[in-house]
């Protein structure tokens, strides 16, 4: 087939699946929020409220679409989609199935966590460009989180990459078939690169308890402070979807992918990182927020040391098996 | 953490980097009402903080004037919105000095059993609100503030039907109550608080065991006791910096001579320090309120005979002064009387004005982060403090 036309049609698929997910994830996530905390979530809207994520987006695209005189219209504006962009763009080199892949690069983790790295400069764009102090303080919060949480996580996603001695992630996912996940085994250092890939995925998603760039009761609403409309809606769901595509990747990378009790395929991976993601949900709406320098030796004394720790261990582990 | 002097003067501070202003508030949401906090930053670090009062002075002192003594209680209430029931006691215990009247001890008991369970509902209020300003109105602190608002929401409960208002109750007039007890509602505040009992402790196994609000509350914002004496500091913040000091026990008025008060006190003046404070007193009010519940005596409950119209009281000259323990601390009534049916001067001294008065002392040198919770756990209400 055409190169073109099939890339064309692998972004529509991956696209539009991605954004329909990551719609009525927010249905979920607002139903499992009512049910932490005693209120029953949206009802309104379809049965049990599952249109509420399109009448989100239709009031949304509705609103008034600000821009402040001192703003930086193209920073402003150009930040929004950028961040979606990027996210998206990760989703490129994740195998749903042998074969099954919009393009399986031989550097495919390298790419994936190179592109969600690059997510801060959207968020910097916003923040800088929005010429408001709240916006400018989360804009320097999160760089400062990028970079600290950024070592960590390469560090962790080593370990599978060691372990299998391919950058291609979907002879990661090869690897581990038949259960042998890197999240169980080797015992020691793929549960523990598991869990630190998985934390320092949401300090890069700007998650609950790590979400002080946009920390609320502090920074009114941090980077996103003067963004109405879809705008906010952009942002919000790059979010949103930078969250998701951090749960796929820990999924594929530790969790074994596509790899499953009964028939293989693209459903189990699915599965897998929709679970993670529920799982963020849960952390989220259970969890107090850290205090910025507290974030930050959280990443330089304890993550990193692991970090290094798991490398060298399961290097070991690959040099004496 | 570098010490900074909080009389500096802002010019000749020589910044690391570039100091910017930031004005916390008046809208914002962590400001617990329209408080305006002018705040110089290094960086995130505070250098200097000015509070600003005023965005929510509606002249209450003044209108008090304009109206009879007994019309002066509906508009008192919206003082302290968080604890209605404080701000009608104690105006109504400074006309009855003035008078020479003691209420009856059904009212009394009555005063004093709706005034702890106000405590309870205020320091639910402020936990799941201190939950807020740490973890966000999108996050876990929301879930902790929507427990704490169902268990307000039953003490609110308790209130309309004693009253028929949720809020705002004008239950006190002057000389006692204007609303007897009802059939059944000894049963239903017994019922109420006994569950809230458990809950707290469940809050408290919720809350004491988080690592993350421990790393944000323990040694952040520590008052010292010296300067909160001096500044006129009261109520649980000033306990829990080690000042043993509660006008329940140690002035006693309504019922407290009948019952024994244990008073929560705390030395390490922190932020950690106010919330075991809080939580204690509100354990500490539950037994209170269930104490008296057992022992609330017959009779009327309204010293003078019901008041039917607005000028019916009138106080010869003098000059009246009432203070009484709210959930926030020393509220103080000053009035002077000049013969009429109306006050010739009220003045009232709120706990929470000489609250955000340690905040200039407190933020420099702290993040801004920090700020955020030790102005959370000052808890000051903004309506009383600009009135």
Known sequence: MNPWLAGALWGL????????????????????AGAMQNRP???????????????????????????PRTADPVLFNVAAPLGLILVLATLAVVPWAP?????????????????????????????????????????????????????????????????????????IIAAQADGHWFALWPPGPGALAFVLFFLCSLAEANRIPFDIPEAESELVA???????????????????????????????????????PGPDGPHWLLIKSLLLFAGIFWVRWSFLRFRGDQLMNLAWKKGIPLGLAVVMASALWVHFT | MAVIDPHINIDDYEPEGDLVVLNLGPQHPSTHGVLRVKLWLDGEV???????????????????????????????????????????????????????????????????????IQRVASHLLWLGTFGLDMGGALGGGATLFMH????????????????????????????????????????????????IASRIDEYESMVHENAIFLARTVGVGVVDPVLARAL????????????????????????????????????EGDCFARYLVRVEEMRESIRIALQLLDGVPEGPICALKPVKLP???????????????????????????????????????????????????????????????VLGSLDPVLGEVDR
């Open chain 1, 222 to 260: 941090g980077i996103t402070t003067e963004y109405t409309g879809m705008k906010f809606g952009l942002l919000y769901l790059a979010e949103y979807m930078h969250t998701l595509v951090s749960s796929i990747m820990a999924a594929a990378l530790f969790l074994g992918g596509w790899d499953g």
């Open chain 2, 232 to 267: 006129g500091v009261s109520g649980p913040n000033l306990r829990a910096s080690g000042v043993d000091w509660d006008l329940r026990r140690d002035a006693p008025y309504g019922a407290y001579g009948d019952v024994q008060i244990k008073v929560p006190v705390r030395t």
């Open chain 2, 46 to 116: 505070c250098i200097k903080a000015v509070p600003y009062l005023g965005y929510l002075h509606r002249g209450v002192e003044k209108l008090c004037e304009k109206l009879t003594y007994v019309m002066v209680t509906p508009i008192i209430d919206k003082n302290d919105y968080l604890a209605p029931i404080t701000n009608e006691w104690a105006i109504n215990n400074s006309f009855e000095q003035l008078l020479g009247v003691t209420p009856p001890p059904r009212s009394q008991y009555l005063r004093t059993i709706c005034a702890e």
């Open chain 1, 99 to 171: 074969g099954l892949v919009p393009a399986d690069l031989d550097i495919g983790v390298l790419f994936a966590l190179s592109i969600s790295s690059l997510m801060v400069v959207p968020v910097f764009m916003a923040g800088w460009g929005s010429n408001n102090k709240y916006a400018l303080l989360g804009g320097m919060r999160a760089i400062a989180q990028a970079v600290s949480f950024e070592v960590p996580l390469l560090l962790a996603a080593l370990v599978p990459i060691i372990l299998t001695g391919s950058f291609r992630i979907s002879d």
């Open chain 1, 41 to 67: 979530g949206p009802t309104e809207v379809g049965p049990v409220g599952l249109l509420q994520p399109i009448a989100d987006l239709l009031k949304l695209l509705q609103k008034a679409d600000i821009i």
């Open chain 1, 13 to 32: 698929v991956v696209v539009t699946g991605a954004m329909i997910v990551a719609a009525w994830s927010t249905w979920f996530e607002r139903k499992f």
């Open chain 2, 311 to 373: 000028g019916a009281v009138k106080i010869k000259p003098g000059i009246g002064y009432a203070s009484i323990e709210t959930p926030r601390g020393e509220l103080g009534s000053w009035v002077i009387a000049d013969g009429t049916e109306r006050p010739y001067r009220c003045k009232i001294r709120p706990p929470s004005l000489h609250t955000v008065a340690l905040l200039p002392y407190l933020a420099p040198g702290n993040n801004l982060s920090d700020i955020v919770v």
């Open chain 2, 148 to 195: 704490t608002f169902r268990e307000r929401e039953t003490v609110l409960d308790l209130f309309e039907a004693l009253t028929g208002a949720r809020f705002h109750y004008n239950t006190l007039c002057v000389g006692g109550n204007r609303h007897d007890i009802p059939a059944g509602w000894d049963v239903l505040v017994r019922q109420t608080l006994g569950v």
